[in-house]
Every structure is written in structure tokens, then in C-alpha cells.
T-cell receptor
Framework: GAVVSQHPSWVICKSGTSVKIECRSLDFQATTMFWYRQFPKQSLMLMATSNEGSKATYEQGVEKDKFLINHASLTLSTLTVTSAHPEDSSFYIC?????????????FGPGTRLTVT | GQNIDQPTEMTATEGAIVQINCTYQTSGFNGLFWYQQHAGEAPTFLSYNVLDGLEEKGRFSSFLSRSKGYSYLLLKELQMKDSASYLCAVRAIKAAGNKLTFGGGTRVLVKP
């Protein structure tokens, strides 16, 4: 099946610094990628939808200036958490979909655990 | 918007059957997904229903009734490794790029 990778798998950073998380589709071209965050014992909350070559669509309540998304190619999207604070500590998961030709499924990356100290 | 409800937790015995219900309210329904997620890991795809009826895949089955806004995931012959969270997710017709909305997830604990 389709594989999506994320890097890094975990990161610890100091408050005020920025962190970049990469999401790659390894064996298919992803027309759309999604970024989620998940707090402990809670479900996935969609942050934004990212389409290659265009601006990301953010969900209500998600600060676009704080969570910068770049979808530079059909296999790579990045999420940058700018000026991170302890409340940004969470599990960030990306998913990718091949689009209509590739079927309905979203393929999830393994997630990135961010801890802000 | 979309509203998706599923029970928070369920406990069952190894070898038994468990049914996880999911009710939803959405405009322009375009498919319902079930995912399994072990703690600290990414969700993995289990099933997809867009038409009414039962989809069976080995020990797992998923049912959909669009008129009732209702789905269930049936897990048979439970194994210890089935202890996980099960997420119900709905897609709407106008959702850009196959966007999914997830329910809160149901934590299933399988006991020996």
C-alpha cells in the first residue's frame, strides 16, 4: 500500500523557537495533504488542507501565521510551528491522498511528537 | 457543519465480538471511514462505506445506513492486539480534497 513518511518522529524544542515537520508521500503523488494535531486521548483535529502549488486552507481557529504550511511538490508538504510555546506540544500527523484517480483513502504518516519546553 | 458521535470506551473479552456505533449528521454525505489507532501511532485504514449495507473484511465488518446517519464497526474473534482506538470519519461532498471529519474515537480494551 501507499506509504507516507514524516520527519522527525519526535522533537523537543525551547519555547520561542520554530520547528519544521516534513511529510512525504514515498510511492505516489499526493495532490492533497492534510495536517492534523492530536492531544492525548483525543481524536484527530484537522488543522489545514494543503494542495500542491497553492495556499493551504486552514480550519477555523487555526492560526495561519503560526502554523506555516508549504506544499512545494506532489510528494512533500511541510508544517512549520513558529514561535512554539508549551501549549503547542502535541502529536502532529499528516495524511496524503492520491486524489480521485488513486481512490478514496487517506494514507497517514507515522506522526511527529512535538514537546516544547 | 458535521457532528459525529461514538462511545468513548468499550471493554470486551478476548474471542468475543464488539460493535462500535457511530452516528453522524452532515450535509452532502460522501463516505464514511473507520480507522484503527494504537497509542502513539498513526491511524490505519480499516474500512470505507459509501452505500448502505455491510462490508466485510476478515474479522472486521462495517455497516452503513445513510437514512439513519448511522454506522457500526464489528470486530469478531477479538484478539489482545485489537486493543486500540477506533475512529469514525465522515467525508462531505463539498469537502475540498477528500477532507475528513473525525469523531472522538472509541477506546477498546480487550481483556484476557
Amino acid at each position: 500500500g501507499a506509504v507516507v513518511s514524516q520527519h522527525p518522529s519526535w522533537v523537543i524544542c525551547k519555547s520561542g523557537t520554530s520547528v519544521k515537520i516534513e511529510c512525504r508521500s514515498l510511492d505516489f503523488q499526493a495532490t492533497t495533504m492534510f495536517w492534523y494535531r492530536q492531544f492525548p486521548k483525543q481524536s484527530l483535529m484537522l488543522m489545514a488542507t494543503s494542495n500542491e502549488g497553492s495556499k493551504a486552507t486552514y480550519e477555523q481557529g487555526v492560526e495561519k501565521d503560526k502554523f506555516l504550511i508549504n506544499h512545494a511538490s506532489l510528494t512533500l508538504s511541510t508544517l512549520t510551528v513558529t514561535s512554539a510555546h508549551p501549549e503547542d506540544s502535541s502529536f502532529y500527523i499528516c495524511s496524503a491522498t492520491p486524489g480521485l484517480a488513486g481512490g478514496n483513502e487517506q494514507y497517514f504518516g507515522p506522526g511527529t511528537r512535538l514537546t516544547v519546553t | 457543519g458535521q457532528n459525529i458521535d461514538q462511545p468513548t470506551e468499550m471493554t470486551a473479552t478476548e474471542g468475543a465480538i464488539v460493535q462500535i456505533n457511530c452516528t453522524y449528521q452532515t450535509s452532502g454525505f460522501n463516505g464514511l471511514f473507520w480507522y484503527q489507532q494504537h497509542a502513539g501511532e498513526a491511524p490505519t485504514f480499516l474500512s470505507y462505506n459509501v452505500l448502505d449495507g455491510l462490508e466485510e473484511k476478515g474479522r472486521f465488518s462495517s455497516f452503513l445506513s445513510r437514512s439513519k446517519g448511522y454506522s457500526y464497526l464489528l470486530l469478531k474473534e477479538l484478539q489482545m492486539k485489537d486493543s486500540a482506538s477506533y475512529l469514525c470519519a465522515v467525508r462531505a461532498i463539498k469537502a475540498a480534497g477528500n477532507k475528513l471529519t473525525f469523531g472522538g474515537g472509541t477506546r477498546v480494551l480487550v481483556k484476557p
